[in-house]
């Protein structure tokens, strides 16, 4: 029998774990990255780049079932198997759609591409068909996760993923140098370990839950949609900044942007482990604004911190990181913005949980609705006269409008819930 770790140290433990899965994952490109490139060529790493790129888009409509899992695990106690299976139909009917759809779409721009004299080779669409294979088996694995994730056992959650992926790094390894060093070679590798990792996961969570009783706590289907609508327009603000100016700057200036964005993008992604140790506790804790200033501390510890020391000094920040002063001169001023930007989300990050704990979804939506609205009029107006310096101007808005509201939110939430019960949005 297992015997539950004490409420401190298993936090710990979680946010360790979280951690160091984080950095596991960094890790691992930079070992496996040039065995691929070798073993592919830069035509084959191409395409396998685009699957990615794919996959990498894919993948961000977590963003609209994951929160709400963690908090409806953690609030089941023994509805939790319930609640898994609930979520498991969310997840593999939406990767079942999104597959569909994409084998589709994908069978339309290769006919579009092939009377236009450009045509997609048969590896790099079989690669992408392949991609949306391995999303298909990958997103439904999300639901055992969000369930071990949801139950505070994330240092297992975690190892299983890592076992996964390096199994996957080696199946793959293998079929490029045994079988054929090809796109669709290396998409099939990870497929097939996908499939894998869905049908042993899906069996482990059946296993434990065997003996659990299986609670039907009430179904808000309303509540999932309109969280799914809220968070939706979430990932547009984060979103539309390199869209925007993918089309309407010189190569050149996108190139440098995309690339002083890539801190912001990690900074930003150190939310994800502390957010993760600590919702079960905020979604079943009787004061759960207590627990919200606790991630506002450590968040503000680990991320907003440094955030602020390279708002401070940016040029010299670029100038060690990209080794070239003209580069680090040109980007340090939206370089300055967006480290901001991080600070300013950083901080509104704890109210956007209370939120999501009590059923604030319209409250959710009309702020995002709102940051879009302002991002849209700013890319529109200052790009033509400041460049870049516009899509550090919409992040921005992405912190400072929540900030703005932050106060009253936090009131209004405290004042209105603390002595209550959850309810429906």
């Not at 009430?218 to 984060?238: K, M, N, Q, S, Y």
């Not at 964005?261 to 900074?267: A, D, E, S, Y």
């Not at 939120?355 to 979804?361: I, K, P």
């Amino acid at each position: 029998m297992r015997i539950p770790a004490p409420p401190t140290r298993r936090l710990i433990e979680n946010l360790v774990s979280n951690y160091g899965y984080v950095g596991f994952l960094a890790l691992i490109p930079i070992v496996v990255v040039p065995w691929y490139l070798h073993l592919l060529g830069s035509s084959g790493w191409s395409s396998v780049a685009l699957c990615l790129t794919l996959q990498g888009v894919l993948f961000s409509l977590d963003m609209m079932l994951g929160p709400l899992m963690l908090r409806d695990v953690a609030r089941a106690s023994t509805g939790a198997t319930w609640t898994y299976r609930r979520f498991l139909r969310i997840y593999a009917g939406t990767s079942a759609v999104v597959f569909a759809t994409g084998l589709i779409a994908l069978t339309i721009i290769a006919d579009y591409r092939q009377t236009r004299s450009e045509p997609i080779s048969a590896d790099t669409l079989w690669a992408l068909r392949l991609a949306l294979l391995q999303f298909l088996f990958q997103f439904a694995n999300n639901a055992a996760i969000g369930y071990w994730n949801g139950l505070e056992r994330q240092r297992f959650a975690n190892l299983r993923l890592a076992m996964f992926t390096l199994a996957k790094h080696a199946c793959a390894l293998t079929a490029l140098l045994l079988w054929q060093a090809s796109a669709d070679t290396y998409m099939a590798a990870f497929a097939l370990v996908s499939a894998i990792e869905f049908a042993l996961n899906y069996r482990h969570v059946r296993r434990e839950s065997a003996d659990a009783p299986v609670a039907t706590p009430p179904e808000r289907r309303h509540d999932v949609r309109g969280f799914a609508a809220a968070a939706l327009l979430g990932l547009v603000t984060a979103q539309i900044d390199r869209g925007y100016l993918a089309l309407a700057l010189p190569g050149q200036e996108y190139g440098l942007y995309y690339l002083i964005g890539i801190p912001m993008l990690t900074l930003f992604s150190l939310q994800m482990p502390i957010q993760r140790a600590y919702l079960p506790r905020l979604m079943t804790a009787s004061s759960p604004h207590r627990v919200a200033a606790d991630i506002l501390k450590v968040s503000v510890l680990l991320i907003a911190v440094p955030s602020l020391l390279l708002a401070a000094f940016p040029q010299l920040a670029l100038t060690l990181w990209l080794h070239d002063a003209e580069l680090a001169a040109k980007g340090a001023s939206t370089f300055r913005l967006l480290m901001l930007a991080v600070t300013m989300n950083v901080v509104f990050a704890p109210v956007r949980l209370l939120l999501l704990n009590w059923h604030r979804n319209g409250m959710i939506g009309t702020l995002n609705a709102l940051v879009l609205s302002v991002q849209i009029v700013l890319l529109i107006w200052l790009t033509p006269r400041f460049g870049m310096i516009a899509g550090a101007a919409a992040w921005l808005a992405s912190g400072l409008i929540p900030l703005v509201y932050t106060p009253a939110i936090w009131r209004t939430l405290v004042r209105t819930n603390t002595s209550k019960e959850p309810t429906g949005a």
